[in-house]
Structures are given as structure tokens and as C-alpha cells.
């Protein structure tokens, strides 16, 4: 029998602002990507969901539970009085032009990735998923969403009839909008649409697996085999991959020995900036990588042996393999101490000011790509991609147990 993907309308809970208050004091970007001074000045606002997805102590979220339930009491959030899905609007900049990208937020049932319907790209971290599963089990609700994709719209989701509720210019200039779609027909068309589609995981592996893992822990009760969701379309035309760059944080070894080490497995050539580095790299076919030394040198290093697999084709599969195993681990005792980061300046800045030894900027697969290799059941490295802008929390809540 073929089972079909589940992706259901839910009754989600909603913030109640108060007067004078902004849904920008509820809300927050995903927890994994919050500084310490950004969670500081997000947890002073008193309703911001970073006080229940980041309001651990060692590991123990009864208290962030208890908040939660304080706000439901309240009705600082209210439960949406019948089964919804949501428009997730998001208006951003890319360079000097402006884009929209269109996301519906649903429930989307977990299985096993061998089911087939949801597919991962990239590896994960064990240590994470033990904190996002304890959450889970104090607060028994998803206040955050993953990121899925799917292939196509069958429908024209800027004609759904739809009513506004919030609105969110965040610090980039990036505009979160939420909208609720309750009409029947809407809510119909959206969950047949997407019964058929394969769902890849964009952002949340560790959200989804966690979710998968609680829902068999808890197999007789069916709300909780459902994990809080946002699924846009990869045709979407605000849908694009950015690249997340490698800074290692331990390697003492001096810059001609690491150059050494370097000509060994790569071509490489000097290049008078940072920038004419990401050049060079955005017109290179082969596997290249852009190596930023702490004096400042700034080296592009092209990998031209020959590819033995499909997963060769990916760049930080390369850098893994062979500029992290065969080059820079020889040289460290012990681990390599890796750190990553999305953005080109803060990645130059860290190795000026000394805070990291060496960074090496790496291309982004193409989001065709990402599917292709999806599709055969082969995970990229962690942390290959960036899904820009991120799915912001705190608009909606997906509560997995009756309100009374």
C-alpha cells in the first residue's frame, strides 16, 4: 500500500499582544543561531519564545514548561478556535532586489526516513537532539518549526484567501508575515496537494528526528507524532542555498607548513583578498575552497584530481575528506576544533582578530543538487547548507495535548 505524506491543518496557538506591544517582542530567529547577546536581550522581553525554546537549566526544561503554561493561562496566547494552516510570508533584500518567499505551516506526521516521504540531507549532531528531546518532553509542544521542501505548487498560494495577523521587520530588514487560512476549500486543496509530494528536511534535522523519536515514545498518543512545520516549494523564487563556511580553531602549525601540507592535495594560488577569493571560487567548476591565514594571506586551493563518487561533487565533502582528514588533521594533536559561519565578513574578522587560526570559505551546493543526492539516500557533511532567510519562531504554537 502507498503511504502518503500527512501534513495536517492544526489549532494553533497564537500570541496576544497586549497594548503597545509589537509580535517583534514575541518572536525570535531559530534557537541554534542566537548569540549569547542576542538571547540576553530576546529573554528580557518577558513573553519572547526564547524564554520556553532556550529557558533550560542543564538540561532540564521544567521550568521553561511551567512558563509555557503561565502564558496559556493568562491568554497572553490563545489557541485558534479551528484547524488552520498558515501563510508564512517572508519579504527580504538579495543584493539590491527584492524577494518573496511563501511558506505553509502545518503538522507533518514523523516516520522513518526509510519510509521514503522525508528525506534528510545533512548529518547531525547527537548532543543536540538529547537537548531539543528534553524540551519536547517538559513542555509537550513544538514552539519552533523545521524547514521542509517540496517540489512544486500545485495551486497559486497568493490567490488562497487568507487573513493577516502579524507582521515583523527584523534587524536585516527581513519581513516575517503571518497569515491564517481557515476556509475549507483552502485548507482541503493545500492538504491533498501536498499528500503526493517528497518532503526534503531544508533546516531541522535535529527538530525532526528529536520529534520522530519523542512520537515513539509516546506511541498511543497521536498528537504527539506530529512535528510543527513550514513547507515551501523548491520552485519557490525566493528559494536559494547559501554556502557555511569552516573556521578551525586549534592549528598551531606555521603558514608555509600548512601551504606544504596544502600544494600536496590541491593547486593553489594566492590572491590579493578575501573577496577576489569568493570570485574565483563562484567561477570554478571543480571543488575549491578559500583558505583565509591568520597574517592575512588569502589562498584559493582547486581541488583537480579525479571524482570517485556523486559525493565528490559536493564541496564540503571534499573539505572534509581531504582538507580536514589528509591536510589539517596530520598537523593538530588531537581533534580538529571546528566552528562554522555563514557570513564572509564575520568568517575574515575572526581570523584577524586572532579568535580563529585559519578559515576556509566553501561553495554551497545547488539546490538542485541537494535533491539529486537526497534522493539516493546520501547525506551531505553537516552544516553544508544555509537556508536564508531562516524560519523565525514564535508566531505559532503546536500544542500536542488537548487544552481544557
Request: aromatic share 10%.
Amino acid at each position: 500500500m502507498l503511504k502518503l505524506v500527512d501534513f495536517q491543518p492544526f489549532r494553533g496557538i497564537l500570541p496576544v499582544l497586549g497594548e503597545n506591544e509589537s509580535i517583534c517582542q514575541r518572536v525570535s530567529p531559530p534557537y541554534d543561531i542566537i548569540s549569547p547577546e542576542e538571547l540576553k536581550e530576546l529573554q528580557s522581553q518577558e513573553y519572547n519564545i526564547t524564554n520556553i525554546t532556550l529557558g533550560g537549566e542543564h538540561g532540564d526544561y521544567s521550568a521553561a514548561a511551567e512558563k509555557l503554561s503561565s502564558w496559556i493561562a493568562k491568554g497572553v496566547v490563545e489557541q485558534d478556535r479551528h484547524e488552520c494552516y498558515y501563510l508564512y510570508r517572508q519579504k527580504f533584500k538579495d543584493g539590491e532586489k527584492w524577494l518573496q518567499r511563501n511558506g505553509i505551516i502545518g503538522i507533518l506526521k514523523t516516520e522513518d526516513y526509510s519510509a521514503g516521504n522525508v528525506i534528510p540531507h545533512e548529518e547531525t549532531f547527537p548532543k543536540v537532539k538529547e537537548d531539543r528531546l528534553n524540551l519536547l518532553r517538559a513542555t509537550e509542544a513544538h514552539c519552533e518549526s523545521i524547514f521542509g521542501l517540496y517540489d512544486e505548487n500545485d495551486v497559486d498560494l497568493d490567490c488562497l484567501p487568507t487573513q493577516k495577523l502579524f507582521s515583523c521587520t527584523d534587524d536585516l530588514g527581513t519581513i516575517h508575515e503571518l497569515h491564517r487560512i481557515s476556509s475549507r476549500a483552502a485548507v482541503t486543496t493545500l492538504h491533498l496537494m501536498m499528500r503526493d509530494k517528497k518532503i526534503l528536511i531544508a533546516d531541522g534535522h535535529h527538530r525532526y528526528e528529536t520529534a520522530y523519536k519523542y512520537s515513539q515514545e509516546n506511541p498511543e498518543e497521536s498528537m504527539k507524532s506530529y512535528v510543527l512545520c513550514t513547507l515551501v516549494s523548491s520552485q519557490d523564487s525566493g528559494m536559494f542555498v547559501r554556502p557555511t563556511h569552516r573556521l578551525v580553531m586549534n592549528i598551531e602549525s606555521d603558514e608555509a607548513t600548512i601551504l606544504s601540507a596544502m600544494d600536496e592535495q590541491f593547486t593553489t594560488k594566492e590572491v590579493s583578498s578575501s573577496d577576489e577569493a569568493l570570485q574565483e571560487m563562484a567561477a570554478t567548476e571543480v571543488p575549491v575552497f578559500g583558505v583565509v591565514f591568520s597574517s592575512g594571506k588569502v589562498v584559493v586551493a582547486k581541488y583537480t584530481k579525479p571524482l570517485m563518487d556523486d559525493m565528490w561533487s559536493v564541496d564540503t565533502y571534499v573539505c572534509q575528506e581531504v582538507m580536514f582528514k589528509k591536510v589539517l588533521a596530520p598537523l593538530v594533536d588531537g581533534e580538529l576544533d571546528l566552528t562554522f559561519d555563514h557570513d564572509e565578513n564575520s568568517v575574515v574578522k575572526k581570523v584577524a582578530d586572532g579568535e580563529a587560526k585559519l578559515a576556509i570559505f566553501v561553495k554551497a551546493p545547488t539546490l538542485e543538487k541537494v535533491w539529486e543526492l537526497a534522493m539516493k539516500d546520501l547525506k551531505m557533511p553537516k552544516k553544508t547548507t544555509y537556508f536564508w532567510p531562516k524560519i523565525w519562531s514564535g508566531f505559532v504554537i503546536y500544542k500536542m495535548k488537548e487544552l481544557h
